[in-house]
Every structure is written in C-alpha cells, then in structure tokens.
C-alpha cells in the first residue's frame, strides 16, 4: 500500500509540477469520453478555469475538438492503451486559438491524460524559416542569372565594341576623332575589367572549396608580367621581376588572379616611370611574394578594408571598381593563406602573399 501511495504521490507532483498542459479523461461503457481534470499549465496555457468542465464529455467541454477525430483517437488510446501524437490546430474557443502539440497515452484501463503544449511560436518561426529558404532559393537563382548575363550576355558586346573602338583607333588619322576613339576604347576597356571582375568574384563565391595540388608559381607570376607589361609600358613603368627559380606551392590555376591584380594595381597606382619589384622567397610557411611599389601608399586605417568588396579609398584620382583586391583576398583565403599589406620604406606600398607549401 505504501509502494502505491509513493506512485501516487510522484504522479500528482508530476502532474502538478510538469509544464505542459495535462487533460485527463475517463471512457464510460456508453462510448462518452468524460472531462475528469486538469493540471494548472493546462489553465494557465489556455487560458480558463478547467475545472468548470469537470464531469462534461470532450465534445461539450472543448467544442471546437468535436469538429476534428480527436475525441474518436482519444477514445481508442483509453480503451486500446496504444498512444498517439499529434501537432493539431485548436480552433478558436472561449478566446483561445494556435497550435498544439499533443501527446495522448492511457494511465489505466479506459482512462488517459493528454499533454500538451502551445508551439505556435515555433510554427510561426518554422513557417518564416520554409519562406526565407524559399526566397534565398529565388534570390540565389536571380544572382546566378545576373552572372551568367554578366558573363555572356554583357561581355561578348562590351568586347566587340573595344575591339571596334580599338581597329577604328589604328585607321584613324583625324586627331580630334583619335581622341573620341580613344575615349570610347578606355571606356570599353574599364567596363570590359569591371564585367569580367565581377563573374569572377560571383564564380569564387559559388565555390565551397578551391581544389589544390603542388605547382611551380614561378611561370604563373610570369605570366601575369606578361599580361600587365603593355599597361606598364604606356606609363614607362619598369616591372623588375626577381625570379631566377621554381618555386613550388600547393595551389590551384586561379592564383594567377592574385599575382595579376596585384602587378596591375601596382601599375595603376605608381607614377610614371617608377619601377615595380617583384621578390619571390621560399620561407618556413610556403610562398612568399612581396609586390612593392612607390605610390600613394596606404593609410594604416585603411590596410585591412582595402581587401573587402566594393570598398573605396582615397586612389589618388585613380579610377577603379574595387573588386580586384577583394578577388586577392577571396583567392588567398581559399588557399589558407594570407595577404596583407605593408608601407614600403621608400614611399608607397608592399603587398605581401604567403601561400603554404602543404596543405
């Protein structure tokens, strides 16, 4: 006797005590599921004295239930034993509507609990969340379409016109026409670098994981000279390239980006006739290449946002769309390695990249 007591009492105080909302019912030999009580979250959660109902049947205690199968499901959890869960909308009654979520089991034969919580706030908050997916979704999808326009649609014209502008420039003897030809092919030509900057930074950003494997760097950053000499030539600027060996890191063929933005942003950004030197070093760490030029310099304010998209800092009257570091920074990360900035001791800037040697 003492043993059912102490079941008692742990069941009372459970019942009491519990958070949730708990109804409990008796199924009468006539098939009436009764109301026999509730515990005070069952009041609290909704909102009324449930010992009002005390004796009804479900269906006269809580109308609402009456045009759904739940009294039917209580009825067979009562006289079964077999329990059953639910996420059920409660219709509006004495004032109280939303979604409960409810857990009905038998406590003895023909009789049983329902407990059950309010868990509107997180249907409300799993609803929003399905919308958010499926606008991230369409809004993911709009800024593929925008690259691919970017890529095709915006870059094949802009190239015609440069070279339009470009073989009209070279038949062209009429200084003042050179002139406008000349305005029209630089412009083709800074909208040409914008679109492909752009693709390429969207393009990185759709990568979760830039594929690495050990090659030489040497030719790679030769290349870029390459590529950035005639822009140096038309301002006499001098690329001075110290690489007399291979020099080996664990890398992918995008890193040509890196050392091709950072040549051109060099050459931008120096007088004309200024020299620009290129030290490559193999150091503990990996790669070392220091890009070091004597231009307007950087503020140390601005060191670290100068490789974030879009930011825009005094250029000394230099135009640009400030994509091209951003494109440096989003490279180097994906290679686990690191970029920064430093004032070079004779005026102007170094800027540093260090690509590991192992992955």
């Known amino acids: 006797m003492t043993g059912e007591n102490e079941v008692k009492d742990s069941f ?177 030509e800074r909208m040409v670098e914008l679109i492909e900057d752009a693709s390429l930074f969207a393009s990185l950003n759709e990568e979760k994981k830039i594929s690495l494997k050990k090659m030489d760097l040497s030719p790679v950053i030769k290349h870029a000279e390459g590529v950035v000499k005639p822009m140096a030539e038309k301002k006499s600027v001098t690329l001075d390239l110290n690489i007399e060996r291979s020099h080996f890191a664990v890398a992918n063929p995008v890193i040509y980006h890196v050392f091709y933005n950072l040549l051109s942003n060099a050459v931008k950004y120096s007088p004309n006739g200024s020299t620009i030197s290129v030290v490559v070093e193999d150091v503990d760490a990996g790669l070392l290449a220091s890009f070091s030029d004597s231009g307007i310099g950087v503020l140390d304010a601005d060191k670290e946002a100068i490789f974030e998209r879009f930011t825009r800092v005094d250029k000394g009257g230099v135009e640009g769309a400030g994509l091209g570091l951003a494109i440096v920074k989003r490279v180097v990360d994906g290679h686990g390695g690191r970029v920064w900035v430093e004032d070079n001791p004779g005026g102007g800037s170094i800027f540093k990249v260090l690509i590991p040697s192992s992955q």
Do not use: C
Not at 25 to 46: C, R, V
């Open 12 to 188: 009372e105080q459970f019942f009491n005590k519990t958070p949730m909302g708990v109804h409990m019912y008796q199924l009468k030999s006539d098939g009436q599921l009764i109301f026999t009580g509730a515990n005070q979250a069952a009041d609290k959660i909704l909102g009324v004295d449930n010992t009002n109902f005390i004796g009804k049947t479900i269906e006269e205690a809580f109308p609402p239930l009456a045009e759904t199968d739940v009294p039917d499901r209580y009825r067979k959890v009562a006289s079964t034993g077999r329990p059953w869960y639910t996420e059920q909308i409660a219709y509006e009654n004495r004032g109280i509507s939303g979604v409960f979520e409810v857990h009905a089991f038998q406590t003895s034969p023909g009789k049983m609990a329902a407990m059950f919580t309010d868990i509107t706030a997180r249907k409300l908050a799993e609803e929003a969340l399905t919308r958010y997916a499926v606008e991230l979704e369409e809004s993911n999808n709009i800024k593929d379409l925008f690259t691919d326009i970017m890529r095709h649609d915006l870059l094949n014209p802009a190239n015609v016109a440069r070279t339009m502008a470009e073989i009209a420039l070279q038949e062209e003897e009429d200084p003042n026409i050179k002139e406008v030809l000349t305005t029209i092919f630089d412009a083709n």
